[in-house]
């Protein structure tokens, strides 16, 4: 039969244990809604940037926006290539 001692010690131990758990599981269940707190934000973030630029595109002038052919006027635009402009600006004056 074990003694007193050896019992107390084996009950605070599993004591510990379970409150390390309950502990480690609330950890980790906190660190996993605050990826998806931060995942979903990002998502939305994307989408109003994507509608902004939708928006921006829809309502263009037509100065800006490609005339003819595939040449970008617009300076601002991600794709503005400027030896093409240039290239095409120099046929349009000939």
Known sequence: MASTGVNVLRWSALGAGVVYGIYHQAKLSSAAKLAAIDRDYEHKQKLIEQAKAAYVKKNL?????TEGGDI???PEDSRFDLE???NSVAAESK
């Open 61 to 65: 002038p037509a100065s800006k926006k």
């Open 72 to 74: 970008i006027r617009d």
């Open 84 to 86: 093409a402009y240039l």
